[in-house]
């Protein structure tokens, strides 16, 4: 139950960093008008989220597949 807690807490966490890379990157892009700029730094951050966590996904399965293939020998 406490590792629940911890990956609501770290989701939390992400959603509000979200939000204010959103924000920076709003006021980054001044050429654009605010609402358009804050819906691309939003899908940018949502890139780096989903690469981010693909990457640790497939390195725990990485893992775990290399210490299965150890133990089978």
Do not use: H, P, R
């Not at 989220?49 to 725990?60: M, P, Q």
């Amino acid at each position: 139950m406490e590792k629940l807690w911890q990956f609501v807490l770290a989701g939390i966490a992400v959603a509000v960093g979200g939000l204010f890379v959103s924000s920076w990157i709003g006021s980054l892009f001044n050429g654009m008008d605010y609402g358009s700029a804050t819906v691309l730094g939003i899908c940018l951050y949502l890139c780096v989220v989903l690469v981010t966590c693909t990457g640790a996904i497939l390195l725990k399965l990485e893992k775990n597949a290399g210490s299965n293939k150890s133990q089978d020998e």
